[in-house]
Nanobody, 125 residues
């Protein structure tokens, strides 16, 4: 059973940087597609960034150029670097993984098989 645990969320000011981590237990996800989603109160999960088994990445338009997704070579930890954050980045951030190896990066939350509980990022203006 794969478990994902996010960490690193905190209160920051607009323009600050922070890094979120997603720690994997159960098995390595070195060949899996992992994505970060975020959810604000009253809204559905929105795709933020994804990385596939080949290391290719994709980003939501709203964060492109500001956020960066990466992973350790052992596939046990994934990161989301947030730079120049804005108040609209405030949300609960979740990491999610697809069970299939080398699966495509997709933006639909329902296509992901494993989810973490999230870490809260709050950006003050």
């Amino acid at each position: 059973q794969v478990q994902l645990v996010e960490s690193g969320g905190r209160l920051v000011q607009a323009g600050d940087s922070l890094r979120l981590s997603c720690t994997v237990s159960g098995r390595t996800l070195s060949t899996s597609t992992v994505a970060w989603f975020r959810q604000s109160p009253g809204k559905v999960h929105g795709f933020v960034a994804g990385i596939d088994g080949h290391g290719r990445t994709d980003y939501a338009y709203s964060v492109k150029g500001r956020f960066s997704i990466s992973r350790d070579n052992d596939g046990k930890t994934f990161y989301l670097q947030l730079n120049n954050v804005k108040p609209e980045d405030t949300a609960d951030y979740h990491c999610a993984a697809r069970a299939e190896n080398f699966a495509l990066i997709v933006m639909e939350p329902g296509r992901y098989d494993y989810w973490g509980r999230g870490t809260q990022v709050t950006v003050s203006s």
